[in-house]
């Protein structure tokens, strides 16, 4: 198991930081990759920040109403057996291909 510090990233535009909206998750909640963890407010928009990866919200470093510099830690992510399960998933197709021929 490994723990992913979860920085702000850009996004775009020259925003140099981002106020803390809504968190989607909670710490010990279970996320897929992609899933939507953080409702984040810039001076244009505001957008949900992704999971980059599948595991468990370990501990949440930013409260609503804070702003944050982009590249600041928002949350740490507890990755594991999750992550590398669509590689073993993906490994179960191949023995599929050699019965073609």
Known sequence: MALLEFKLPDI???IAEG???KWLVKAGDAVKEHQAVV???????T???P????????EL????GQVVPIGSVIFALETGAAVKA???????AAPAAPAKP
């Open 39 to 45: 409702e984040v407010m810039t001076d244009k928009a």
């Open 51 to 58: 999971a980059p990866a599948a595991g468990t919200i370990r």
């Open 12 to 14: 775009g535009e020259g």
């Open 86 to 92: 669509p590689a073993s998933h993906g490994a179960h």
């Open 47 to 49: 957008v949900e920040i």
């Open 19 to 21: 106020e803390i909206v």
């Open 61 to 64: 470093r930013a409260q609503p």
